[in-house]
C-alpha cells in the first residue's frame, strides 16, 4: 500500500497517513519529523492501515482505520480518545472507511468505501445520515475514496470511478 492521505493540521504541521507502516506521521512544515500517532494493531490508538485524517477545531486528530473498520480520535499530542464504527453495513458501520474531512459544523463527512456510500457523524462520532449505493446510476456511487469540504460552502465530494 502506498502513502494516501496527508494533511495540514491547525499548527501547519505535515501528517502523514501510512498505510504501509499502519501509522501516523507528523513533521515540521520544513520536513523535520515530530512524532508519531499511533501503531500498528487493533488496540485504543492502533492502526490498521490508516489512509486518510484532519484535524479538528478542538486539535483532535480524527483518522480512519481502513481494516479495523473505524474512525479513531486522537489528541494533538497522539493520546487516544475515543473509536466508533465496526465492521458492517447498518447505519454507522463500515466496510473499509477511506476519505474523511469535516464540514463548516464540524461534522465528520467519511467516503464508507466497499458499502458504497457517505455518512455523516457529529464532531462527537454519532450517526447522522447516510447516501449513496453501490452503481453506476444517478445518485450511485462506486467505491468512493476521497473528499473535501470547503469552510463556509456547501458540500463538495469527490469520487473515483465516477
Do not use: W
Not at 473505524?70 to 463500515?94: N, Y
Request: charge should be negative; aromatic fraction near 10%.
Amino acid at each position: 500500500m502506498i502513502d494516501t492521505g496527508i494533511t495540514i493540521d491547525n499548527e501547519g504541521h505535515v501528517v502523514v497517513m501510512e498505510q504501509g507502516n499502519r501509522r501516523v506521521q507528523v513533521f515540521s512544515p520544513s520536513g523535520g519529523f515530530i512524532r508519531y500517532l499511533g501503531t500498528q494493531g487493533h488496540g485504543d490508538g492502533q492502526f490498521s492501515n490508516p489512509p486518510d485524517g484532519v484535524q479538528d477545531l478542538q486539535d483532535r486528530y480524527i483518522i480512519t482505520d481502513y481494516y479495523n473498520n473505524r474512525i479513531q480520535m486522537l489528541t494533538a499530542d497522539g493520546e487516544f480518545i475515543r473509536k466508533f464504527g465496526s465492521h458492517g453495513s447498518e447505519q454507522g458501520q463500515m466496510s473499509n472507511p477511506y476519505g474523511v474531512c469535516l464540514d463548516r459544523h464540524g461534522n465528520i463527512v467519511l467516503c464508507d468505501l466497499h458499502n458504497h456510500r457517505i455518512q455523516i457523524f457529529t464532531p462527537e462520532g454519532d450517526f447522522i445520515r447516510q447516501f449513496g449505493s453501490h452503481g453506476s446510476g444517478d445518485g450511485q456511487l462506486n467505491n468512493p475514496t476521497g473528499n473535501v469540504v470547503p469552510p463556509y460552502s456547501p458540500i463538495e465530494i469527490l469520487f473515483n470511478n465516477r
